[in-house]
Nanobody, 120 residues
Framework: VQLQASGGGLVQAGGSLRLSCRTSEGDLSYYYMGWFRQVPGKEREIVAGISWPGTRKQYADSVKGRFTISRDNIKHTVDLQMNSLKPEDSAIYYC??????????????WGQGTQVTVSS
């Protein structure tokens, strides 16, 4: 599985972005998907995860109520809708495909990352 993340950018605090993760090779069937983020000098952390086929979702406490993860099992995409963005949400965001729930740092497949910058 080859993953590609897109949708990052620069946004003002309070704004919204929608990240998308898709496959360039293979599909996402039966994979548990996660969105992670990393700030330079800090450990990568999970932001949100979604099961196969999408009945279970998990969120980091810091994004609950603001971010929504979803998946389209026909298009083989996983999106992260980010609302009410805060400067502390600025990071490189990665999508990952794992074989168990929740997706973890040991996930075997990762996208290349997309930069999200939230200005105050």
């Amino acid at each position: 599985v080859q993953l590609q993340a897109s949708g990052g950018g620069l946004v003002q605090a309070g704004g919204s972005l929608r990240l998308s993760c898709r496959t360039s090779e293979g599909d996402l069937s039966y994979y548990y998907m996660g969105w992670f983020r990393q700030v330079p000098g800090k450990e990568r952390e999970i932001v949100a995860g979604i099961s196969w086929p999408g009945t279970r979702k998990q969120y980091a406490d810091s994004v609950k109520g603001r971010f929504t993860i979803s998946r389209d099992n026909i298009k083989h995409t996983v999106d992260l809708q980010m609302n009410s963005l805060k400067p502390e949400d600025s990071a490189i965001y990665y999508c990952a495909a794992d074989r168990s729930m929740p997706a973890s740092l040991r996930a075997p497949f990762w996208g290349q990352g997309t930069q999200v910058t939230v200005s105050s």
